[in-house]
């Protein structure tokens, strides 16, 4: 069973702190992905990954920025969190490029930016 | 670039009601379409998803969903509804190959009354 873990459920920073939200999925996967989920917006995609150093910007990159440098594990990274950054993030990854599977999500972390 | 409708946002319902959510993405070419459910507290799961083939797909839980390709739509449908369907639904879509990255509907809220 593909597991994606996320290394916090709940997160409570200041604005201005440097954030860092780590996922690690255990099925080998290639391509991982980093969501935001706000009500009434549903699902927006912010960066992903197709391998290990390689990322690309998704729909709101901005105030982001991610790590990939290890094939399990996909950091994002708030460079100085700011309170409209206030949301729950999700982790998702997928196996090889071709396939016809689909995303596996991990639990989530709601962080709050005071 | 595509996008994902959504029109319903809160869907209340008596148990054993029969359920459609509609489900509309604006994009001409081949596209492959998924409705994934968060149960409260839970992570996000696929329901079910269309790459080809038969348009009726059959999900978990008793859902199903069509896909017509002239009214670019993707409904979510279940004959009778049970109070532990209350969740939030998205639907979603990406071309191509399985892996792309997926772009969301805003999600539809439903409550299931007992």
């Known amino acids: 069973d593909v597991k994606v873990t996320q290394s916090s459920r709940y997160l409570v920073k200041r604005t201005g702190e440097k954030v860092f939200l780590e996922c690690v999925q255990d099925m080998d996967h290639e391509n991982m992905f980093w969501y935001r989920q706000d009500p009434g917006l549903g699902l927006r995609l912010i960066y992903f990954?197709?391998?290990?150093?390689?990322?690309e910007k998704g729909d709101i990159p901005e105030g982001y920025s991610v790590s990939r440098e290890k094939k399990e594990r996909f950091s994002l990274i708030l460079e100085s969190a700011s309170t409209n950054q206030t949301s729950m993030y999700l982790c998702?990854?997928?196996?090889?490029?071709?396939?016809?599977?689909?995303?596996?999500f991990g639990p989530g972390t709601r962080l709050t930016v005071l | 670039a595509q996008s994902v409708s959504q029109h319903n946002h809160h869907v209340i319902l008596s148990e054993a009601a029969s359920l459609e959510l509609g489900c509309n993405y604006s994009?001409?070419?081949?596209?492959?379409l998924f409705w994934y459910v968060q149960y409260p507290g839970q992570h996000l799961q696929l329901l079910l998803k269309?790459?080809?083939?038969?348009?009726l797909v059959k999900g978990i839980k008793g859902f199903e969903a069509e896909f017509i390709k002239s009214k670019f739509s993707f409904n979510l449908r279940k004959p009778s509804v049970q109070w532990s369907d209350t969740a939030e639904y998205f639907c979603?879509?990406?071309?191509?190959?399985?892996?792309?990255?997926?772009?969301f509907g805003t999600g539809t809220r439903l409550t299931i009354i007992p």
């Open positions: 990954s197709y391998d290990v150093k390689m990322k």
């Open positions: 269309y790459f080809s083939g038969d348009p």
């Open positions: 979603a879509v990406n071309r191509g190959f399985g892996n792309e990255k997926l772009t």
């Open positions: 994009y001409g070419g081949t596209v492959n």
């Open positions: 998702a990854s997928i196996p090889l490029m071709g396939t016809t599977d689909t995303q596996y």
